[in-house]
């Protein structure tokens, strides 16, 4: 079974610019989360959408938004860049999203901000 | 305010030895923690977890245990091998009634000498 796939996996860009992460889950896997990695942070979690919707958000600030289609695929969008949020960004998929399940991970998508 | 700590950034251990990473926690709503552990280049994977019910859970070589009084976990890996050396990230949620997303702690990168 393929596992969770991003792309593109490195991505460079400078600031003020937007970009767009994408995510696609395991097959069958309906919620998608989004993490950010940083190295003094560890993982912080972005949000995550489960059957389209946004079911629940982290903290961070309004230029961080993303949406999920109906085949389950994820994108992820930052706009108006900022050096800060150089990092590697995560995908994680679950089946249901319930209590049991467990979290299958992307290999990640490093953004450099110039 | 890092619900989820672990204090120790690295840990150097020989090969054949015991490695123990530590995990302190301040919620005490999480009621269940989970281990993952991190290659370069690579996503985080699942490696064990653990229910606030029981306070050791043991797979192969690898152990958690749980000390709720305490509010802390340890990870043991018993013996450690040089492929064991990764970040190992430690991470705990609200299982019932939450959101099931996890609050990770900022990792701790372990490295195993031959």
């Known amino acids: 079974k393929a596992g969770v796939t991003q792309t593109p996996r490195y991505l460079i860009k400078t600031r003020g610019q937007q970009v767009t992460l994408s995510c696609s889950p395991i097959?069958?896997?309906?919620?998608v989360s989004w993490y950010q990695q940083t190295p003094g942070q560890g993982l912080q979690f972005l949000f995550e959408y489960f059957s389209e919707t946004q079911r629940n958000k982290g903290n961070f600030p309004g230029r961080f938004s993303g949406r999920q289609f109906s085949n389950s695929r994820s994108e992820m969008n930052v706009s108006t860049l900022e050096l800060g949020d150089s990092a590697l960004y995560l995908c994680?998929?679950?089946?249901?999203?319930?209590?049991?399940?467990?979290?299958?991970f992307g290999p990640g998508t490093r953004l450099t901000v110039l | 305010d890092q619900q989820v700590k672990q204090n120790s950034p690295s840990l150097s251990v020989q090969e054949g030895r015991i490695s123990i990473l530590n995990c302190d926690y301040t919620n005490s709503m999480f009621d269940y923690f989970l281990w993952y552990k991190k290659y370069p280049a690579e996503g985080p994977t699942f490696l064990i977890s653990i229910s606030s019910i029981k306070d050791k859970n043991e797979d192969g070589r690898f152990t958690v245990f749980l000390n709720k009084s305490a509010k802390h976990l340890s990870l043991h890996i018993v013996p450690s091998q040089p492929g064991d050396s990764a970040v190992y990230f430690c991470a705990a949620r609200i299982a019932s009634g939450g959101s099931y997303i996890p609050t990770f702690g900022r990792g701790t990168s372990l490295i195993v000498h031959p």
């Open positions: 994680a998929s679950r089946k249901q999203g319930t209590s049991t399940d467990t979290q299958y």
């Open positions: 097959s069958g896997h309906r919620s």
